[in-house]
C-alpha cells in the first residue's frame, strides 16, 4: 500500500508563490505515476499535472502551463508542485494521487489535500 500526504498549502497573493509537497509511504512508490489534482468551489475535479514513475515525462494542463513544476524524488518519496504566479482562479484544494501507469483510467491512491486560497 501507498500513503499520501500533502502539505505547503495556504493563502498568498496573486503573483505569488508556493512549493506542495506529496510525502508518500510505502515501498512501491517508485512505480506509480504521480498526478496532482484540483477542485475548486462549485467545480469538477480537474488535473493539472502529472510525472511518469521515473520523471521522464511530464504533462501539465494548458491553465497551468509555465507557472506550475511538477518534480520527484523516489529516493525521498517525494513529489512537489512548485507553483509560481498565482492566480485567483488557481483557487482550489490540492490533492495528490497515484496510478500504476500512464495509461491507468483510475487512481489507486489519494492524499487528503492541502488547500491553496489565491487573494486578488
Known amino acids: 500500500q501507498v500513503q499520501l500526504v500533502e502539505s505547503g498549502g495556504g493563502l498568498v497573493q496573486a503573483g505569488g508563490s508556493l512549493r506542495l509537497s506529496c510525502a508518500a509511504s510505502?515501498?512501491?512508490?517508485?512505480?506509480?505515476?504521480m498526478d496532482w489534482l484540483r477542485q475548486a468551489p462549485g467545480k469538477e475535479r480537474e488535473f493539472v499535472v502529472g510525472?511518469?514513475?521515473?520523471?521522464?515525462?511530464?504533462y501539465y494542463a494548458d491553465s497551468v502551463k509555465g507557472r506550475f513544476t511538477i518534480s520527484r524524488d523516489n529516493a525521498k518519496n517525494l513529489v512537489n508542485l512548485q507553483i509560481n504566479d498565482l492566480k485567483p482562479e488557481d483557487t482550489a484544494v490540492y490533492r495528490c494521487?497515484?496510478?500504476?501507469?500512464?495509461?491507468?483510467?483510475?487512481?489507486?491512491?489519494w492524499g487528503q489535500g492541502t488547500q491553496v486560497t489565491v487573494s486578488s
Open positions: 510525472i511518469s514513475w521515473n520523471g521522464g515525462r511530464t
Open positions: 494521487a497515484a496510478r500504476s501507469s500512464d495509461s491507468s483510467p483510475v487512481y489507486d491512491y
Open positions: 510505502g515501498r512501491t512508490f517508485s512505480s506509480y505515476r
